[in-house]
Every structure is written in C-alpha cells, then in structure tokens.
T-cell receptor
Framework: GNSVTQMEGPVTLSEEAFLTINCTYTATGYPSLFWYVQYPGEGLQLLLKATKADDKGSNKGFEATYRKETTSFHLEKGSVQVSDSAVYFCALTQGGSEKLVFGKGTKLTVNP | DTEVTQTPKHLVMGMTNKKSLKCEQHMGHRAMYWYKQKAKKPPELMFVYSYEKLSINESVPSRFSPECPNSSLLNLHLHALQPEDSALYLC??????????????FGPGTRLTVT
C-alpha cells in the first residue's frame, strides 16, 4: 500500500537558519504530493503541492520538488522565522483513491 | 470563500451525553471528510462522504454517527463516548473524492474532551 515516511522530530532551529525536512514515499503509479502545516491549536493548512515528477511546489518561502527517481519530496526553506514554528505533515494521494496518506509529522521550533 | 468552518470550537461532554459536531463549506465541494487527531499524531480518517453518500467508514465505532444533510453540511453525532475518544476532530472537503490533484481543505477542528 501507499505510505509516507518523514524524518523524526522535533527539529529546533535558530531564526534565519536553513530548514530541511525529509519526506520519502512509497506508491504505485504517480501520486500527488503535499505538505500541510498545523500551527498550535489549529487545523491543517495546505503549504504546497506537486502533482507530477519534477514539479516544484512553493509558498511562503518554502519549496519542495517532486523527485520520482528518489521517491522524495523534501521540504526546504532558506531562512526560517519564529512564526514558522508548527508541525509539518507530508502527504500523498493517488488518482481514484479518496484517501490522503500522511506521514507522522515533524514538529519544528524556531527560536529567536 | 475557501473556508471550511466547524462548530463548536471546544466541547466537553460526559459519557452519557449526546452531542453533535457541525462542519460547513461553501466551495461547491462534493466530497467531505471526518478525521480524528490525537496529540502528536497525524489525522486518522474516519468517514468520507461523496455526493452526500457515505463512501468510506474506516471501521469507526457506532457511537460515532455521521450525517450529510446536503452538499454543504456534514455532521458527526456523538453518543456514549469513552474518555479515549477525546481528540481534535477535523473536517475536510475536496472538489471530488478521488481527484488526483486536489488538495483537501481542512477546518480548524473541534477539540473534544470526554469526561
């Protein structure tokens, strides 16, 4: 079946540091890939997505590239802010499936 | 309007109570979802409604009863819950269930505490 593996957290960084959160997936065919962010006490918000190989999703300074050869969708940001502190979920869905498959989530804390 | 709304924001109920959670979207989406999220875990799918019909029930106990009265509304009726049912309950919607490129839009959730 389909699955998503994320790097274990928590991740603690200083403001303006570089962020990478690794995400790899297992799926048959060509899934769509997503990063969702959950701020404390809130629901999930879509951060970015990519729907085919070599697509790059980007939003709010975050980027992730759909790499089919390595089955990866790593999240990066060049300079994190305190306001980026949240839990980040990598997820996939596949055509014909009603289900969104989540990774376990990575908690990011950014200190001033 | 790209918002999914959920009420109430917080709910405390006893094990003998009956209560309902409500979810609403006005984006014209025809698929709606209920998820349960425990602390420090990803959301777990409970139910999927597609075109107002229940299409997935992930073996959820019968003390949770979903209802989709119309294409904009989704309810979750709660009865005789257990303390382990305490969690954040999230509603989500997407244009069509199974659309390969469509993200799910999540509401802010209802924080449920069962005493």
């Amino acid at each position: 079946g389909n699955s998503v593996t994320q790097m274990e957290g928590p991740v603690t960084l200083s403001e303006e540091a570089f962020l990478t959160i690794n995400c790899t997936y297992t799926a048959t065919g060509y899934p769509s890939l997503f990063w969702y962010v959950q701020y404390p006490g809130e629901g999930l918000q879509l951060l970015l997505k990519a729907t085919k190989a070599d697509d790059k999703g980007s939003n709010k300074g975050f980027e992730a590239t759909y790499r089919k050869e390595t089955t990866s969708f790593h999240l990066e940001k060049g300079s994190v802010q305190v306001s980026d502190s949240a839990v980040y979920f990598c997820a996939l869905t596949q055509g014909g499936s009603e289900k969104l498959v989540f990774g376990k989530g990575t908690k990011l804390t950014v200190n001033p | 309007d790209t918002e999914v709304t959920q009420t109430p924001k917080h709910l405390v109920m006893g094990m003998t109570n009956k209560k309902s959670l409500k979810c609403e979207q006005h984006m014209g989406h025809r698929a709606m979802y209920w998820y349960k999220q425990k602390a420090k875990k990803p959301p777990e799918l409970m139910f999927v409604y597609s075109y107002e019909k229940l299409s997935i029930n992930e073996s959820v106990p019968s003390r949770f009863s979903p209802e989709c009265p119309n294409s904009s509304l989704l309810n979750l009726h709660l009865h005789a819950l257990q303390p382990e049912d305490s969690a954040l309950y999230l509603c989500a919607s997407t244009p069509v269930a199974g659309g390969p490129m469509d993200e799910q839009y999540f509401g802010p959730g209802t924080r449920l505490t069962v005493t």
